[in-house]
């Protein structure tokens, strides 16, 4: 079978869409309202309303939407954030940037997200809030995460930047703690035609504050309030992430559809393990991700077959070059650094054809049978 298979093809999702894309931007053009214009509140009321909650503030990209969201629940310099090491480290810039202490609570090693069980012991009199990241887009065991926040007097922030139209108890990621970030990054399960992002929150002051922030902190004309920045979306991407919200939800169904599939037929394969979906949670399986301990090899592999994989992500926070300036190396964190080295992301994106997860599957079992004997990955 002669397969070229990509691991994302924004063509098989824009193409069909671009008579519609362009008539929603030749508005834009049209209005010419290009700053917070009708299509940043048309965009801002439509994603709230899809998630269930009171408050979308659409910002310009993910990073930004969490420090602002970190600012805008009064993190102050020395404060500190339980977050997860294992996560894009636009995670621990937002912490860093706001003023905060990232401190780190190592990953449960089956689910990839952060242990809940760890939490109580990371506390400390300066902690704020608690960061949890939805990896791959499965949300994170979010019930005890909130119970040891009430405990504690914390807040909770959703790092929500993977989780478009996930669950948790049947309620969306984003509507879960007190305030979570999305990115529209293109590649996303809901991307723009650029950087993009957005904080949502069910709390009226906190939202207030939230956009004023992202406005110069202009509470009237040139009357400024506190000290805020430019972080606005522009109003081409809100036009253009309307039209896709309205396919979000297909689109993430037939992602689990291929999910379901690869869980079925890579069950057996030696040595490979997929991620733990908790019962609680439905990802909206932005990536999909087996485990080997030969992971390196398994990429090789099948980039000779055809197939593109990627790692996601190679080298935890702590471990990373500029962990060390920061004071973030401080400790070890065994899962995170065991999933480093073993994950993988398989095609998952919505047009995938059957035959394609088939072929794909085929492959990976071949690899998993040769490699049999792998039980511990290379440090
Ligand atoms: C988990 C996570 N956090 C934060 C971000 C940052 O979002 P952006 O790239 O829109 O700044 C991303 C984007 O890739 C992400 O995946």
Known sequence: ???????INLNAELDPLDSEIKAALQQVLDDKKFILGPAVQRFEKDFAAYLGVRHCIAVHSGTTALWMALTALGLEPGDEVLTTPFTFFGTLEAILWAGGKPVLVDIDPETLNIDPQKLEAALSPKTRGILPVHLYGQPADMDPIMKTAKSNNLWVLEDACQAHGSTY???????????????????KNLGALGDAGAIVTQDDDLASRLRLLRSHGEAGHYHHVLLGTNARLDSFQAALLSVKLRRLEQRN??????????????????GLRCVRQIP??????????????????????MDKKGVATAVHYPCPAHQQPVAKPLGLD????????????????????????????????????????????????QE
């Open 280 to 301: 609680e949670a439905q990802s909206n399986y932005h990536q999909f991700i087996v485990q080997h301990a030969g992971r390196d090899a398994l990429k090789e592999f």
């Open 330 to 377: 401080g400790g070890s964190f065994p899962a995170a650094e065991k999933a480093a080295r073993e994950v993988l992301a398989l095609p998952v994106f919505p047009e995938l054809q059957d035959s394609q997860i088939q072929y794909i599957c085929d492959s990976i079992i071949e690899f998993c049978n040769s490699h049999s004997g792998i039980e511990v990955s």
């Open 169 to 187: 108890r049947g309620r969306r990621a984003g509507a879960l703690g007190s305030a979570a970030a999305f990115s529209f990054y293109p590649t």
């Open 253 to 270: 169904e037939a992602r689990r559809r291929n999910a379901r599939k690869y869980a079925e037929r890579l069950k057996n394969a030696p």
């Open 1 to 7: 079978m002669d397969q070229k298979i990509p691991i």
